[in-house]
């Protein structure tokens, strides 16, 4: 530590041999530079303070049915984006700036400077307040200035938001007018394959293997039906082949009396055809077979009515001796009624088997064609989702149009608006003259410094003997006269008035800075 403050008192005796050339330089910086910040114009600020209310009323009413927005951050991006080229351009054509330039390079120069001068700012506990000012030399035009930025800053963030808007709008609309282009061809394509494949398509008993296991079930029920029919129709003929036709007995008054047996039977087929026919058409297995049975009854009855009539007298007398008997002909209907019903099973068997057969034969052609059915409905179903919520989301950008054209989303209050400013707000000079002083004391003692370096003396016999690396036997001290000694006082005396000087002088500058100010200003 005393190596390093002996090398310090050596650089420090070394300038100070140089000190009237250091003082000299510290007064011609001083004087200059004080001259120039004395001659600086004054600047005039005009600020405003607007409030940006982004929490609307309507919002949490609106929810769901607009789009919701992050206004904060719209906001915070447009107050970054507001000093940007063209805005600033534009704002140099609203104050009349652009007049100054000639050409583009004089544009930029103004746009330049309009940026330097710019501040906005937010507070940090209330971002949502906003502090825009502008310094010019001329108040007035600094008034103008942040008025200008002021509507260009409410206009701009209105039409970001309206041009966003516009702009999903017309995205939304040709989307629209894509899928509802591809839902027009997705139903052609699925009514053109419906009609190419009728007969073939799925339906609402399910699709081919449900279909071919319905049909499956519905012949071996009718197969099994048939069975049943026939087993009760040979048990019918074994009792009738134990029964007597006729009884014999007593006189009766004829046989067929004013109906005959068969009227009745055919009376309830009848009633029983109606009833199918308000079911089934003409051309259902059932109707066909009972209209057959019905025939057949009729045939059957005129027949008998026809040996009636051409049997002799005495054939009649001997019928009249005789009687017909119920249990036989009621076992006759039964069987006949049997017949009928298995003659309908048979009908519908063989449909179902034809129904089956041709299932069987589109095996590698139905579930292929029932794939490519679920595949356009899939398509279908895909666009006319993506349509619907498109049409949505179009009703939804239509609303957020509305809110913010009516100004609900964001709220433009002025708290303070521009004036014209009456003082100057700067420059600072006494800073400017206090920098401009410590540049000029550290000039000077740089200076001083440097040509004691270019020119170094020995200070002492270490410094010497370190130098030269030569032993030092001694050192001679100069004496010196009274006459000397008055003089180095003297000149010590006039190197410490000539710094307090330049102090007081500093002292008077800062003190007197704007009567100086206007009078540098009027000299130059």
């Known amino acids: 530590m005393h190596e390093l403050l002996n090398i310090i008192l050596g650089y420090v005796r070394s300038a100070w041999r140089y000190r009237w050339l250091a003082l000299?330089?510290?007064?011609?910086?001083s004087l200059a530079g004080w001259l120039y910040v004395a001659q600086m114009p004054d600047e005039y600020r005009s600020s405003a303070r607007v409030h940006l209310d982004t929490d609307s009323i309507l919002r949490p009413l609106l929810r769901g049915l607009t789009v919701d927005v992050n206004v904060s951050q719209r906001v915070q991006l447009l107050t970054r984006t507001l000093l940007s080229q063209p805005n600033l351009e534009n704002l140099a054509r609203a104050t009349d700036m652009h007049l100054q330039a000639t050409t583009p390079a004089d544009m930029d120069r103004v746009v330049d400077r309009l940026r330097a001068r710019i501040s906005i700012g937010s507070d940090r506990r209330q971002p949502n307040l906003f502090n825009i000012s502008y310094s010019d030399t001329d108040p007035r035009k600094a008034q103008e200035v942040v008025q200008a930025l002021l509507n260009i800053f409410m206009e701009t963030t209105l039409g970001e938001a309206r041009q966003d808007t516009d702009l999903a709008q017309r995205f939304l609309d040709q989307q629209i007018r894509e899928y509802e282009q591809r839902l027009v061809d997705a139903e052609q394509r699925l009514a053109e394959f419906r009609r190419t494949n009728v007969g073939m398509m799925p339906t609402d008993r399910g699709g081919y293997y449900s279909r071919l296991q319905t049909v499956e079930s519905q012949l071996e029920e009718a197969q099994l039906q048939i069975r049943e029919v026939q087993n009760r129709r040979d048990e019918l003929a074994r009792q009738?082949?134990?029964?007597?036709?006729?009884?014999?007995?007593?006189?009766?008054?004829?046989?067929?009396?004013?109906?005959?047996?068969?009227?009745?039977?055919?009376?309830n087929m009848e009633a029983q055809l109606d009833e199918l026919l308000l079911r089934f058409t003409e051309r259902h297995?059932?109707?066909i077979s009972l209209r057959r049975t019905i025939a057949d009854l009729e045939e059957q009855r005129r027949q008998d009515m026809a040996l009636l009539n051409d049997a002799d007298s005495a054939s009649f007398a001997e019928q009249e001796a005789t009687r017909t008997n119920p249990v036989f002909q009621?076992?006759?209907?039964?069987?006949?009624?049997?017949?009928?019903?298995?003659?309908?099973?048979?009908?519908?068997?063989?449909q179902h088997e034809s129904e089956l057969q041709r299932l069987r034969n589109m095996v590698d052609t139905i579930p292929k064609i029932e794939a490519e059915m679920k595949q356009l409905d899939r398509d279908y179903s895909l666009n006319q989702s993506q349509f619907n919520t498109l049409i949505q989301r179009r009703e939804t950008a239509l609303m957020s149009q509305v809110v913010?054209?009516?100004?609900?989303q964001v709220q433009f209050r002025i708290i303070e608006p521009p004036r014209v400013p009456r003082a100057a707000a700067g420059p600072n000079r006494p800073m400017y003259y206090a920098i401009v002083l410590m540049v000029a004391l550290g000039a000077g003692a740089g200076l001083a410094f440097i040509i004691s370096q270019l020119r170094p003396v020995f200070s002492n016999r270490k410094s010497l003997?370190?130098?030269?690396?030569?032993?030092?036997?001694?050192?001679?001290?100069?004496?010196?006269?009274?006459?000397?000694?008055?003089r180095m006082r003297l000149?010590?005396?006039?190197?410490?008035?000539?710094?307090?000087?330049?102090?007081?002088?500093?002292?008077?500058?800062?003190?007197?800075e704007a009567p100086l100010h206007q009078v540098v200003s009027r000299l130059i």
């Open 285 to 287: 297995p059932d109707v």
């Open 24 to 29: 000299g330089l510290a007064w011609a910086i």
């Open 404 to 408: 913010e054209e009516r100004g609900e």
């Open 240 to 267: 009738l082949a134990r029964e007597q036709p006729v009884i014999e007995g007593g006189a009766s008054s004829g046989w067929w009396g004013a109906t005959s047996p068969y009227d009745t039977r055919i009376q």
């Open 491 to 512: 000149g010590f005396l006039t190197f410490a008035a000539m710094t307090a000087g330049l102090l007081l002088v500093f002292g008077g500058v800062v003190l007197f």
């Open 465 to 486: 003997a370190t130098e030269t690396g030569f032993p030092v036997l001694g050192s001679v001290t100069w004496a010196m006269t009274p006459m000397q000694k008055t």
């Open 330 to 350: 009621s076992l006759r209907l039964a069987i006949s009624s049997a017949d009928a019903e298995i003659a309908s099973l048979q009908v519908r068997v063989g």
